[in-house]
C-alpha cells in the first residue's frame, strides 16, 4: 500500500475482532518502532507497557469511559512518560552516546553540561509537557506504522489517567500515563471502518509560499 492509501485505510477503530491477536512479529514491529521515533534531544523520556490480559483490559475499560476499544482489542498499548528527569536520566543518556558511538568524553561534555543545566533551570511542569510532547510525536509514530503493516489502532486521551497509573503499577516505575493505543483488527460490525473521513480541505490547510 502507499503511504496514503494506508493512511486512508486506517480509522480510529471503536470496535475490535477480539478472536483475532496480532503476532508477536507484529507486535515487535510496534516496540521497534516505538524505540525508534525521533524524540527532543534523543533523550527518549518515555516507556510504553504492552498489556495482553482481558481481564486487565477489562479494568482498563472501565477507566475509560466505558470505551469498548479497550476490552476488544488484541493488545493495548500505553504510552507513558519518566516522572523523573534529571541530572542522572540525561547523563546515562551520553553514557549511551559514548558506548555506542565512541565519542570522546571531550566532545560530549559541553552539551551534556548544557543540557543538565537547562534542564536543571526548568520548572518541575515545564519538564512534564516536554516530555508530554514527545509521547504525541511516538503515537504519531505508532499510527503510520500500524497503517503500513494494516494493523487496525485507536489514539486514545479518553481515559483515568491516575486509575491507569495505579492499575499499573506505574508510580513504582516512576511512570505516567498519557496515551492509550489499542491496537488489533477491526470488527466487522465497527460501523466506523464504513465512514467517509471528514478531513478540511487541502487548500484551507496549506499554504504555499514561493
Ligand atoms: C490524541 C488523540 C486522542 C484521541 N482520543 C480518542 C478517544 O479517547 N476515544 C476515541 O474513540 N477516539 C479518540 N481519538 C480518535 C479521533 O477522534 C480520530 O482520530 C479523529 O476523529 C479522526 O478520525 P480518524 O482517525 O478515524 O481518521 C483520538 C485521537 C487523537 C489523535
Not at 508477536?24 to 527532543?40: G, H, R, V
Not at 570522546?104 to 512534564?128: C, G, R, T, W, Y
Amino acid at each position: 500500500m502507499s503511504n496514503i492509501k494506508a493512511l486512508q485505510w486506517r480509522y480510529a477503530t471503536k470496535k475490535f475482532n477480539p478472536e483475532k491477536i496480532l503476532s508477536d512479529k507484529k507486535i515487535n514491529i510496534l516496540k521497534e518502532a516505538f524505540n525508534l521515533t525521533a524524540t527532543s534531544y534523543g533523550l527518549q523520556p518515555l516507556k510504553m507497557v504492552v498489556v495482553r490480559n482481558k481481564g486487565l483490559q477489562e479494568l482498563l475499560k472501565s477507566a475509560s469511559w466505558g470505551q469498548q476499544q479497550l476490552n476488544t482489542a488484541s493488545h493495548v498499548l500505553v504510552i507513558c512518560i519518566e516522572k523523573k528527569i534529571d541530572k542522572n536520566f540525561i547523563e546515562q543518556y551520553f553514557r549511551r552516546v559514548k558506548y555506542i558511538r565512541e565519542t570522546p568524553d571531550e566532545i560530549l561534555d559541553p552539551f551534556k553540561n548544557s543540557l543538565v543545566n537547562s534542564f536543571e533551570s526548568k520548572a518541575e511542569d515545564e519538564v512534564h509537557s516536554w516530555a508530554i510532547n514527545q509521547a504525541y510525536l511516538t503515537l504519531g509514530t505508532l499510527l503510520t506504522v500500524c497503517a503500513s503493516e494494516e494493523i487496525d489502532a485507536c489514539p486514545m486521551e479518553g481515559f483515568e489517567p491516575d486509575k491507569y497509573d495505579e492499575l499499573l503499577n506505574l508510580n513504582a516505575h516512576n511512570l505516567k500515563s498519557v496515551l492509550a493505543l489499542p491496537v488489533g483488527y477491526r470488527a466487522e460490525d465497527d460501523m466506523f471502518s464504513e465512514f467517509k473521513k471528514v478531513r478540511r480541505p487541502l487548500n484551507d490547510i496549506i499554504i504555499e509560499v514561493n
